[in-house]
Every structure is written in C-alpha cells, then in structure tokens.
C-alpha cells in the first residue's frame, strides 16, 4: 500500500493498472456504433447465447436467440435516442450507476489481489481491535426479590459457599438457573443491559453478589470467564484478507479519484458559502 503515498507519478501507474483490469475483466461493447449504423456482429451472438446457457443450463433455440437478437437491437436504437434527445443528462440512476462502475474497476483490482502471510499478519496486528473475539462467561443464579433484606442476602451466600444446593433458595423465574459459556450480548439480551458487565467484579468459583437486574437481584456463581481475545492469522484468515481487501479498495479509491479530479479545474461553493446559503 505503500505506492499509494508516492507522488502524482504512481497514481498514473495506478491509473493504467485499474483501467487495465476493467479492459481485461470486461467484454467490449455489445453493439459497435458505425455512425449511422448498428452493428450485430457473431461476437455479440456468441455473447447472448453464453449468457443465456449460463442461465438455462442450455443452449438457445433458433427462435430464443433471434427474440434475444431483436431485443439488443431495441435497447440500442432506444439507448442512442435517448442520449440523442439529452434524456441521460441530469438522470440521478444513470449517474449513480456510471459512478458505482468507476467503483466496482477498484473493488475487482483489489479483491483480485492476493497478499502473503505477512501483510495479513502485519494487517491483524494494526487493526487488532477490528478481530478481537469478545470475553464469555458461564455461571449460575438465583433469583431474589428487589426487597430482600441485606442480612438474608448475606445468609443465603454463605450457606451457599457452604455446598447448599442452590434449588432451596431460588423460586419461580423466567430466566435459566445456568447460564452456558455467552458473550456480553447474549448475556445481556437475557438479563438486561449491563448485566455482563457487573459479573466482572465477581470471584470466579464463588458465590457472589447481589447483582442487581430488570428482573430484581441476582446471586451469581462464575463458572468459567474467558477474557477477550485476539485469535491467530489462521483461525481467522478469510475475515483478515476481506478486511485488507475492504481498506485496499477504499485506498484504492481514493487515490484513483485524486488522479482523475486532478485533471479538472472545479469550481464549487465554499463551506463558508454554504453556510451563509443556509443562513448559519
């Protein structure tokens, strides 16, 4: 990635990379344009009937392919006339879908691009925060109500501690007296918001608590905690290289528009501008 902070010559170079791929990966226009004329020619037939095999898993009729034949004649004598009568200037879907395949020239250069174990590697380590796999945790409860008094919560831990069984004390509830190995969300979908958080600040092995929820209190036991981790480059190697193929096409991008916008002289409102259009 480094070529693209050298000067304005490495964006030539890249220029002709990305228009070169379009060339290699695309068809050349389907109908050639002979001034007055409209060309069919057996390159195009060979394409229509590819396209319509790849959809039926057979080849066309005679009758398929001369429908197939007469419908590109229509859309190219109705495509020329309407850029004839101007109808494709100041059309927001043709400009959008015009922009989108400057796009799509950058995002097929990098997601043909295959890097080795090292870049990816290097990628992993600067963006670590991106494949962190977050902590989980198991654990056991028992449901109390919110009025409980403070010295019963005390007696209730420590007969627990003690090796009581835990069913003496819980009574009826919606939520799971076991909760397997989850992640925050999952936690906290069942229990309520920031009830995953509160179980950090518990022994692991112990009875602990009140940990207070939208059900009312809990008395909470931490079976297993699995702090976040960052997984190898092995476990995770398809979600790091569509991560450095993602910022290598927005890069890509950027640089492929710096060298085009530098060919125009742009004249535009200023933020200032704006700002006073809209009376700020």
């Known amino acids: 990635m480094s070529i693209l902070k050298e000067p304005l010559f490495h964006f030539f170079l890249l220029g002709i990379a990305i228009f070169g791929w379009f060339s290699y990966l695309n068809d050349p226009p389907s109908v050639r344009d002979d001034g007055g004329q409209i060309v069919i020619d057996e390159q195009d037939i060979d394409r229509l009937i590819n396209q319509f095999q790849s ?9 398929e392919l001369n429908g197939m034949q007469d ?5 190219e004598v109705l495509v ?3 850029r004839a009568l101007g109808l494709d200037q100041g059309d927001s879907v043709v400009r959008n879908r015009l922009a989108q395949k400057m796009e799509f020239l ?3 250069l990098a997601q043909s691009t295959n890097p080795d174990d090292a870049t990816l590697q290097a990628h992993l380590a600067e963006n670590h925060e991106r494949f962190m796999q977050p902590g989980r945790v198991a654990f056991q409860q028992i449901g109390l109500e919110l009025s409980t008094d403070p010295t019963q919560i005390e007696a209730v831990l420590v007969a627990l501690n003690g090796g009581a069984d835990p069913a003496q004390f819980s009574g009826p509830s919606l939520l ?3 909760q397997p190995l989850s992640n925050a969300r999952q936690v906290d979908t069942k229990f309520g918001r920031g009830f995953f958080a509160s179980l950090a600040e518990l022994p692991k092995g112990k009875w602990g608590g009140p940990v207070p929820s939208s059900y009312g209190l809990h008395l909470v036991k931490i079976d297993i905690s699995e702090p976040a981790s960052l997984p190898s480059l092995d476990q995770i190697r398809d979600d790091v290289l569509f991560d450095w193929r993602r910022d290598l096409k927005n890069e890509l991008s950027d640089a492929q528009f710096d060298a085009l916008q530098a060919k125009y002289e742009v004249t535009a409102p200023t933020a200032e501008d704006i700002a006073r ?4």
């Open 55 to 63: 959809t039926w898993q057979r080849l066309p009729t005679p009758q």
């Open 71 to 75: 419908a590109l004649l229509r859309q």
């Open 80 to 82: 020329r006339e309407a």
């Open 106 to 108: 950058t995002l097929s």
């Open 176 to 178: 799971p007296p076991n």
């Open 277 to 280: 259009r809209l009376g700020q």
